[in-house]
């Protein structure tokens, strides 16, 4: 079965300090993984992809994220946290066959000042 | 991007009622899709919302309790049927642009049910 893990349900880190969020997935064929932040009462906002190509890629509000296909993970990072980076951050994978999204548990992010 | 709206954004229903909830995109789309949202969880997608057919259920997902349509390419609805407590969460409908099944899904900002 085709699926995503989030090992961590809450990762806390201090402002300015750089900061991980773990993904790592299972899927048939080629993967195409996806990062979305989720603030309180709203909707999912997408941060960024991976289809093909370079393994780091880039997205919104500095997030940054390394696919490697040899330990099948697709972490999230940003070099600096921010206060307002305090959300809650989902990976998903989109499966080929039908283009659904399927997600990850969640990780909460906290960022203290 | 697109912009979606849905409506009702929240509302609190009593045990054994339904509810439509509304879906509309300002741009046609490829494909539609419905998730629920249980508090604390993550999301589980209900089902695919075909255009102009029957949608696609997710298992455990069946279309008495979660009958949907989608009547053209920017348009769907979602009922909650014969409602209870267990169907509190947010319901959120996403949408493909476009880049086949590549592309990134949009979300609209959900609606929250609350059953008594």
């Known amino acids: 079965a085709q699926s995503v893990a989030q090992p961590e349900d809450q990762v806390n880190v201090a402002e300015g300090n750089p900061l991980t969020v773990k993904c790592t997935y299972s899927v048939s064929g080629n993967p195409y993984l996806f990062w979305y932040v989720q603030y309180p009462n709203r909707g999912l906002q997408f941060l960024l992809k991976?289809?093909?190509?370079?393994?780091l890629v880039k997205g919104s509000y500095g997030f940054e994220a390394e696919f490697n296909k040899s330990q099948t993970s697709f972490h999230l990072k940003k070099p600096s946290a921010l206060v307002s980076d305090s959300a809650l951050y989902f990976c998903?994978?989109?499966?080929?066959?039908?283009?659904?999204?399927?997600f990850g548990q969640g990780t909460e992010l906290s960022v203290k000042p | 991007s697109a912009v979606i709206s849905q409506k009702p954004s929240r509302d609190i229903c009593q045990r054994g009622t339904s509810l439509t909830i509304q879906c509309q995109v300002d741009s046609q789309v490829t494909m539609m899709f419905w998730y629920r949202q249980q508090p604390g969880q993550s999301l589980t997608l209900i089902a695919t919302?075909?255009?102009?057919?029957?949608?696609?259920?997710e298992s455990g997902f069946v279309i008495d309790k979660f009958p949907i349509s989608r009547p053209n390419l920017t348009f769907s609805t979602l009922t909650v049927s014969n409602m209870s407590p267990e169907d509190s969460s947010i319901y959120l409908c996403?949408?493909?642009?476009?880049?086949?099944?590549?592309?990134?899904?949009?979300f609209g900002e959900g609606s929250r049910l609350t059953v008594l």
């Open positions: 996403s949408v493909a642009l476009a880049g086949g099944n590549t592309g990134e899904l949009f």
């Open positions: 919302a075909n255009q102009g057919s029957e949608a696609t259920y």
């Open positions: 998903a994978v989109r499966l080929f066959q039908g283009g659904k999204l399927i």
């Open positions: 991976y289809i093909t190509g370079d393994n």
